[in-house]
């Protein structure tokens, strides 16, 4: 899989990846992937449409197409799902090949961030399986308080 350059432009980023998994370049597929690109965390299916919705360059995308995007970009592994304690699917762009993957959701604000991957969950989670087993994929979640979250004001207690 390509990697993404940090310092690109979401937008042409975006079609490239496309692109590359020789899918049609469509402005929904291009729009979505972008601020997901751009996001830096994880995002609702709502939190997606507001951000499209808030572009000044982008067309209308309906609820529907926005969800059918979404599922193609996790299906053409442009992007990951990880559900939330609350239920609600989060999306956020994949950016390096499956296989171990961490999420870290704040408690306070509930936003979900992408942890950076490594070899070292792998293994881990490997030394733990009960012998025979195989893992085919890892998704790991740890739960706390973001850095803007953990900095601010202390609720009392």
Known sequence: MPSVSV????????????RAQRARVTVPRVRVLAELLAAGRALTHQEVQRCVEASAD???IDRVT?????????????AHRVAGPDRVFRFSAQRTAVGAHGHFRCTRCARMYCMTE??????LVGSILPEGFTSEAIELTVSGRCADCAAGPQPPG
Not at 118 to 123: P, V, Y
Request: glycine share 8%.
């Open 7 to 18: 310092d690109s432009d979401p937008l042409d980023e975006s079609r490239r990846l496309v």
């Open 58 to 60: 982008s067309e209308h």
């Open 66 to 78: 926005l969800y059918r995007v979404l599922e193609w970009l996790v299906e053409a592994g442009l």
């Open 118 to 123: 490594s070899a070292g969950m792998g293994r």
